[in-house]
Structure formats: C-alpha cells, structure tokens
C-alpha cells in the first residue's frame, strides 16, 4: 500500500522536479552500492568511488549522505543524527534534504530507523540485523597521522606493515602516560586492515565488534567508502600492558535524565563557569525520560 | 662443525644500473676503462657484477674511492634499492629461526622476493648502519621509540619489555638511560651514531651493515665507536660488512677485505694482505697514498 502511494506521489514528484528518486541518477547509484559490495566483501578496506556532485558542499556530509541516497528505498524509515543529537542543523538539514528527493519518513526513534546516519557517534541504544548505520567520514585514512604520502599508506596497508601506527602510539604512552587519542581510535578490522572509524569517540568503538549492524563509512570529499559487516572482529589497537579504554565519566551523570551508563557531554556554563553534563544521544535521553516519567504516573495512580 | 664454514650469504653478480642501460654497458665500464658510465647509452653502472662469500661471525670490509659503488653494494643487500640483476642467497640453515617469521628458503634469490617479503627478512635478520643518521633514525621519534619501532616490527607489543630492552641497548652503546626519552635530535653526531648503532642491534640481527659509520666524527669519537662496535661485534658473534673508505676503519676491524673501483671488485683477500701486499696498481696507489 505504502509503496502504491509512493509511487503515485513519486510520479507527481518526476513530474514536476527535474531529478531521480534519491536524486543520484540510477547509474551513479549503481556504481556506489558495487563499491559498497566491494567494501563489504573486504572489511576495513576503502575503495575508492567516483563520489558525484550533491547540492551539498563537500565535508558536509556528503559520503554519507550519498551511501543513504543509494541505498534508501520508499519503503525506508530514516534517522539523522549529527554528534549524538537529532536536533542539530547538519542533521536536520541531511534529514529535510533526503526527505524533500524521496519522500521517506523520517524519525528520532533509533529503533523505528532503518537507515541512521551519523556524524561522530554511534546510538546509544543496540542495533538490529535489519538496521544499517551510515557513518560521515572526514578523513578516512588511519594511517594519515603518521605518513603523509597518499602512496606510502597504499603500501603500507598492502602489506600490513603498521609498525608507524604503533611507534606513534608508543610515544604517545611515552609522553603523556597514556594514549591522547579521544576520536579516530585506529582499529584492526577482521584482524587486517587498520581502519579510521570516524570520529567517533573511544566510548563507541566497543559497539563495532562483533555487531549485528552493517555499518558503512562514506568519505565525500576523500571518495572512500569502506564497511565493518556483521559479526566481524573490530579491535582497537592496545599493547599488552597498555590496554585500550573508553572514556570515563566519575560522579558525572546526566543532568536531564540521571543516567551514568551513557556517553556524556560536558556543557560549561560561560557565565557562572559552572559544568554539566548531558547525554550525548538526544533520542536515548528522551526515551529514558519518558520511562521514568511513565514509572512516576503508574506510582501515582 | 662443518657448517660454521659454509657462507651466510652468497653474492653473484650483483649489478645496479641507474638509467635506462643497455646490452653493453658492462663491456664498456670498469676499471680498466677508468669510468662507470656507459658510452653508448649513458647509463650509470654502479656496481656491475659484484660476487662474493660472507662467512658466520666475520667481519667483512669494502673500501674504495668516492662513487666507487660500496655504499650501493650494503644498500642492495639491505634492499634499499633494487637491484638491475644478480642473486642473492640467504643460507639461514646455520641460524635460529624466530617462529613467527617465514624466512626464505636456501635456494632462493632474495632479489626475486616480493617488498613485503623483502621487509620480513630485513626486520628479522639485518641491521643497517647508515653514514648519515637521519637515514636510520627517526629524528623526532624518542631514542627509545626509534628502538622500539624495530621490535614492533618484530611484533613485539609489550611497551615494559621494548622499554627494557631499549634501555639495555642504550647502556651498552653507552648513551645514559636518563636520555631514552630524548629524541635523537637533540644529540651530538657520536651519539645519534651509536643510538643508530643501538636501533641496528634491537633485533638480534644475523648481519650487520656498517656504512661509513665515523665518516665525519672526531678522531675520539671516532675511536670509541669503533671500540664499541668491535666490542659488540665478539660479544655477539655478529656477522659485518664494514664500508669505509678509510684504511684505518677497515685494518681495526675487518678480517677480509674487497677493494672496488668504478663499480667492480679489483681484488679481495685477508686485510692484512691486502694492505701490505696489494697486487692492483689501484690498491697499491690507495695503500701508498695514506696519510
């Protein structure tokens, strides 16, 4: 019924907008979902795409949005979410776009969503088998911190030989008694390729090992795409008497809903000075909230 | 018994040729012709055809005039470049074999490796010393991170063992372990030398290559590098290649000897005889013009 309607409203929309469904024209659809194939096929590694011209300006998104803009259908139900929020202007903006070209549904709820896609956080809330996360990458090279030659990295991925990955991690313990990296941690994918996993904090590197998620990383100005599939080993790098850890929050919890459990944003009052801390994912907050307020109305009664 | 005196390394041929270069261009260069540049196509014949034996434990020197290819022969063996032609044979019977890596069999040309083979054998068994530190080191990367970069190569992943090794080196090469978290940077040459030195020996290497290590250094310095380097090199049976053209170098610490002019061996034999008996009117002229 929802696809009828859909197509009936699509034919209304052909008629009167100049552009394909989802926008990208079908061939240059195409040629992503192979190169998503390709990626999934050879996890952590990027393959490199074609990456068309959106009305978007590139670093804004735009690998992202053109893995959504692929593999979205009529049928699809679509989350945004920029930094854990679905309220901020890249979200809201991504969300309007993609829903103004195909005319999908869009939603706050992580679980409704069958597609999400995200900049720089991964919901709280676990995913299913049946949902894909769509990451926005700004730099997709793992490797860039330490080498700065396009060339040298190919090499260096093609023959595993990450030992600057390593040394740089080794004087980061050195210097500062601990590893400094906050996003970006480097990750061993399948036990082979070391992979960026967007900026992302340490907090939800934990959530792409062994996931039931696919999860898609898009690079628009970089035009790499590459993919951690289902159930695939996902280990950050550690030594063995350094190991890796997620960012702790002691005492803090968060202000609106009282949860610890969840990755916290520090919000620093200019004025009195002042820190709180709120959670990083909107969606979840709400939701723990309406819990407790539900909890409160059943005590009453 | 036997084994100890069959060769850890053999050599044949061994040539480099920079430019395009062509069916003639070791008829035409040499010594005898006075030149490494090929007439008819202009190429660069850096070393044509160099073949020999290395033995377990000895220590081998190279020396020979400025261009003369000596530098070219330490870094084709350590496969900084790639050869124009040649073999290479690793006879790794006679050495413990680390577990995690797959070394190369006997009989087979190392040149014919591919890079990521090439590097395993390189991170395994050989340790290079090159002429000018900023070759071997990592200036910005702490001198116990430089050490370190060559056990995690080894696959070492434990920051205390690579600390404790590093410190070890650093005393033996005598650097004060106060400095391993200094870069080399900061560091006079002698240093930056023996931390190179220290790095060449992280892992244990079967072959050691030494390329004009106390060119430049002051006579003292110069003479407690060698020192060292002699000391370490009983200490652990090293196998070296010592390049220099400096005959003081070679008779301190070599036993063998390779003289190479315009790119080809002239004469090779026991440094002894070698410097007092010379046979090529270019080794003589190099032996009577020593200071």
Same mark, same amino acid.
């Given at each position: 019924?929802?696809?009828?309607?859909?197509?009936?409203?699509?034919?209304?929309?052909?008629?009167?907008? $100049?552009?394909?469904?989802?926008?990208?024209?079908?061939?240059?659809?195409?040629?992503?979902?192979?190169?998503?194939?390709?990626?999934?096929?050879?996890?952590?590694?990027?393959?490199?795409?074609?990456?068309?011209?959106?009305?978007?300006?590139?670093?804004?998104?735009?690998?992202?949005?053109?893995?959504?803009?692929?593999?979205?259908?009529?049928?699809?139900?679509?989350?945004?979410?920029?930094?854990?929020? $679905?309220?901020?202007?890249?979200?809201?903006?991504?969300?309007?776009?993609?829903?103004?070209?195909?005319?999908?549904?869009?939603?706050?709820?992580?679980?409704?969503?069958?597609?999400?896609?995200?900049?720089?956080?991964?919901?709280?809330?676990?995913?299913?088998?049946?949902?894909?996360?769509?990451?926005?990458?700004?730099?997709?090279?793992?490797?860039?911190?330490?080498?700065?030659?396009?060339?040298?990295?190919?090499?260096?991925h093609g023959e595993a030989d990450y030992s600057q990955m390593w040394l740089y991690l080794y004087e980061d313990i050195v210097k500062y008694g601990e590893i400094s990296i906050g996003a970006r941690y480097p990750v061993t994918v399948n036990g082979r390729y070391i992979m960026d996993p967007s900026p992302i904090p340490r907090w939800d590197i934990p959530k792409l090992h062994l996931a039931e998620t696919l999860f898609l990383f898009g690079a628009g100005r970089e035009k790499r795409i590459y993919a951690i599939p289902p159930h695939t080993r996902v280990e950050p790098l550690e030594f063995e008497d350094e190991k890796f850890r997620v960012e702790d929050f002691?005492?803090?919890?968060?202000?609106?809903?009282?949860?610890?459990?969840?990755?916290?944003?520090?919000?620093?009052?200019?004025?009195?000075?002042?820190?709180?801390?709120?959670?990083?994912?909107?969606?979840?907050?709400?939701?723990?909230?309406?819990?407790?307020?539900?909890?409160?109305?059943?005590?009453?009664? | 018994?036997?084994?100890?005196?069959?060769?850890?390394?053999?050599?044949?041929?061994?040539?480099?040729?920079?430019?395009?270069?062509?069916?003639?261009?070791?008829?035409?260069?040499?010594?005898?012709?006075?030149?490494?540049?090929?007439?008819?196509?202009?190429?660069?014949?850096?070393?044509?055809?160099?073949?020999?034996?290395?033995?377990?434990?000895?220590?081998?020197?190279?020396?020979?005039?400025?261009?003369?290819?000596?530098?070219?022969?330490?870094?084709?063996?350590?496969?900084?470049?790639?050869?124009?032609?040649?073999?290479?044979?690793?006879?790794?019977?006679?050495?413990?074999?680390?577990?995690?890596?797959?070394?190369?069999?006997?009989?087979?040309?190392?040149?014919?490796?591919?890079?990521?083979?090439?590097?395993?054998?390189?991170?395994?068994?050989?340790?290079?010393?090159?002429?000018?530190?900023?070759?071997?080191?990592?200036?910005?990367?702490?001198?116990?991170?430089?050490?370190?970069?060559?056990?995690?190569?080894?696959?070492?992943?434990?920051?205390?063992?690579?600390?404790?090794?590093?410190?070890?080196?650093?005393?033996?090469?005598?650097?004060?372990?106060?400095?391993?978290?200094?870069?080399?940077?900061?560091?006079?040459?002698?240093?930056?030398?023996?931390?190179?030195?220290?790095?060449?020996?992280?892992?244990?290497?079967?072959?050691?290559?030494?390329?004009?290590?106390?060119?430049?250094?002051?006579?003292?310095?110069?003479?407690?590098?060698?020192?060292?380097?002699?000391?370490?090199?009983?200490?652990?049976?090293?196998?070296?290649?010592?390049?220099?053209?400096?005959?003081?170098?070679?008779?301190?610490?070599?036993?063998?000897?390779?003289?190479?002019?315009?790119?080809?061996?002239?004469?090779?034999?026991?440094?002894?005889?070698?410097?007092?008996?010379?046979?090529?009117?270019?080794?003589?002229?190099?032996?009577?013009?020593?200071?």
């Amino acid at each position: 019924m929802r696809l009828n309607a859909w197509l009936q409203d699509h034919r209304r929309v052909k008629k009167s907008r $100049d552009y394909n469904f989802a926008f990208i024209n079908e061939a240059a659809k195409r040629e992503i979902r192979r190169k998503i194939l390709k990626a999934v096929a050879i996890p952590g590694y990027q393959v490199p795409f074609a990456s068309p011209e959106l009305p978007v300006a590139r670093g804004w998104g735009t690998g992202g949005l053109q893995l959504t803009l692929s593999l979205i259908g009529p049928e699809d139900i679509l989350k945004v979410i920029d930094q854990g929020c $679905d309220g901020s202007v890249n979200a809201v903006n991504i969300k309007k776009f993609v829903g103004q070209v195909t005319g999908v549904s869009t939603t706050t709820d992580t679980r409704q969503a069958t597609i999400i896609q995200t900049r720089h956080r991964i919901p709280e809330e676990a995913m299913t088998r049946d949902q894909i996360l769509v990451l926005q990458v700004p730099f997709p090279e793992a490797l860039r911190t330490v080498e700065p030659s396009e060339a040298e990295t190919r090499r260096m991925h093609g023959e595993a030989d990450y030992s600057q990955m390593w040394l740089y991690l080794y004087e980061d313990i050195v210097k500062y008694g601990e590893i400094s990296i906050g996003a970006r941690y480097p990750v061993t994918v399948n036990g082979r390729y070391i992979m960026d996993p967007s900026p992302i904090p340490r907090w939800d590197i934990p959530k792409l090992h062994l996931a039931e998620t696919l999860f898609l990383f898009g690079a628009g100005r970089e035009k790499r795409i590459y993919a951690i599939p289902p159930h695939t080993r996902v280990e950050p790098l550690e030594f063995e008497d350094e190991k890796f850890r997620v960012e702790d929050f002691p005492g803090q919890a968060c202000q609106r809903c009282g949860s610890s459990a969840t990755f916290l944003d520090e919000i620093i009052d200019e004025a009195s000075g002042a820190r709180t801390y709120l959670c990083s994912d909107t969606s979840h907050c709400d939701k723990i909230l309406a819990q407790q307020e539900e909890k409160e109305v059943r005590s009453c009664k | 018994m036997m084994q100890q005196w069959q060769p850890v390394l053999t050599i044949k041929d061994l040539t480099k040729i920079y430019g395009g270069g062509c069916p003639r261009c070791l008829e035409v260069t040499g010594p005898e012709f006075e030149t490494n540049i090929c007439c008819h196509c202009g190429a660069v014949v850096a070393c044509g055809q160099v073949s020999f034996e290395l033995y377990p434990a000895e220590v081998l020197g190279i020396v020979g005039e400025s261009g003369s290819g000596k530098s070219t022969v330490v870094r084709l063996l350590y496969f900084d470049y790639d050869s124009s032609g040649g073999e290479i044979y690793f006879h790794n019977a006679a050495v413990s074999a680390n577990p995690q890596v797959k070394l190369p069999q006997t009989d087979e040309n190392l040149l014919t490796l591919n890079s990521f083979q090439k590097r395993q054998l390189r991170h395994a068994c050989l340790g290079m010393v090159y002429q000018n530190p900023h070759l071997g080191l990592r200036m910005a990367v702490s001198s116990g991170g430089n050490i370190a970069e060559r056990l995690i190569m080894a696959g070492c992943r434990h920051i205390g063992q690579m600390r404790g090794r590093s410190a070890d080196l650093l005393a033996k090469t005598e650097i004060p372990v106060q400095r391993l978290d200094e870069p080399p940077r900061n560091f006079s040459g002698g240093m930056r030398q023996r931390v190179q030195i220290a790095k060449a020996l992280s892992n244990n290497p079967v072959i050691l290559f030494l390329d004009e290590v106390t060119t430049g250094l002051d006579l003292s310095v110069q003479a407690r590098v060698l020192d060292l380097i002699r000391q370490l090199q009983s200490e652990f049976h090293l196998t070296v290649i010592v390049v220099s053209h400096d005959l003081g170098v070679i008779r301190l610490l070599t036993s063998r000897t390779m003289v190479m002019k315009c790119g080809r061996v002239v004469e090779s034999g026991l440094t002894d005889q070698i410097l007092e008996d010379p046979q090529h009117p270019y080794t003589q002229l190099l032996v009577s013009s020593q200071l």
